[in-house]
């Protein structure tokens, strides 16, 4: 009687013990995202050139319309694909061409300047462009021209001017001061019913500014709240929504601070905590529970196309920093959003 016992026990044991296998489970029965697993993300091994230089400077739609501008802005109306953006020197010019290189690529010193031959993740050719010291003392100082038959959509040329010379009747670039929260009418993005872009105030922090050579970037990070409509799986994120979100540009210079001066993400975190939003990741039946957030960058086929996110999620002991990973479209993870708006250097 007690050995029948024993084994009723031990079958009873073995039954409520979880199913495990040589590959860790990626999903989580409710949908939440395991903060300490990358199971449904992969290491981004090559860029495409013309993508990432196509999200340093505008957005558009899948109707090649412009949904936002990122870098530059059009002077003459008559010339919507001629952007200029201002700069106190060459050196700047130079420092902000060379990061709309994509990582793994290169741009070839010339005399003058640079060639920028533009390929995809394979290596295949997508036209060039050229980028140049402008040397005849006028308010031009350098000048990206792209070459015929490159697929830059509403880009031609971009022309950064001396910023003392910027024209009176032109818009004026505007100066953001490292930790300032600003309060904009912006859009939320909501996947209630449906994605829909729903109006309202959001609170947008300055992580750096741009008085000193630097690009100025503000951020908005999407709450680890209960409402799961803001932070819904990879197949929700079209791209109706992405376009919203940020370029893999865009990506790379909020990467670039959180990699090389923690200090300064941290001191937003605590500041957007001490004013009660929700930034930091949260438990909860409706939260993600992670720092992932999704970012612009698709291709292919619905439900076999390429998503990327720009990981934040960090593990002490193994030293993990921030990356940009391509995530598996079919995830039942949930995945956060954040908002980005660039300003040029005003020296």
């Not at 998503?307 to 999620?313: A, G, I, K, Q, W």
């Amino acid at each position: 009687m007690k050995k029948s016992l024993f084994y009723l026990f031990m079958l009873m044991a073995v039954v409520a013990m979880p199913l495990t296998s040589c590959e860790k489970d990626p999903q989580k029965e409710d949908g939440q995202h395991d903060p300490k697993s990358d199971s449904d993300l992969t290491e981004i091994t090559a860029y495409n050139s013309l993508t990432w230089m196509q999200g340093s400077l505008v957005v558009v739609n899948k109707n090649g319309e412009i949904v936002r501008r990122i870098y530059g802005e059009p002077l003459d109306e008559s010339q919507p694909d001629v952007l200029s953006a201002p700069v106190a020197s060459y050196a700047t010019a130079e420092k902000v061409f060379l990061s709309w290189v994509a990582p793994g690529k290169s741009a070839t010193k010339v005399d003058g300047g640079y060639d920028y031959n533009l390929t995809d993740e394979e290596g295949k050719a997508q036209g060039s462009v050229s980028f140049r010291a402008v040397e005849d003392g006028g308010r031009v100082v350098a000048r990206m021209t792209v070459a015929e038959g490159t697929e830059l959509a509403e880009v031609s040329e971009v022309n950064f001017i001396n910023s003392k010379l910027w024209p009176e009747n032109a818009a004026p670039w505007v100066e953001v001061k490292e930790g300032e929260v600003v309060t904009r009418a912006d859009g939320i993005l909501t996947w209630e019913d449906g994605f829909y872009l729903k109006s309202g105030s959001i609170p947008y922090y300055t992580l750096q500014g741009n008085t000193d050579g630097k690009v100025g970037i503000q951020v908005y990070l999407c709450p680890d709240s209960n409402d799961s409509d803001l932070h819904p799986t990879p197949s929700h994120y079209t791209s109706e929504s992405l376009q919203y979100l940020p370029s893999e540009w865009e990506a790379q210079q909020i990467l670039d601070i959180f990699n090389n001066d923690k200090a300064r993400w941290d001191k937003m975190m605590e500041t957007m905590a001490s004013m009660g939003y929700d930034w930091y990741p949260k438990a909860g039946w409706e939260t993600t529970e992670n720092a992932e957030f999704m970012i612009n960058s698709a291709s292919g086929a619905y439900m076999g196309y390429k998503l990327s996110c720009l990981d934040l999620d960090e593990d002490d002991s193994d030293g993990k920093k921030g990356s940009i990973r391509s995530v598996n479209p079919r995830s039942l993870y949930k995945y956060r959003y954040m908002r980005v708006k660039i300003y040029p250097p005003v020296e």
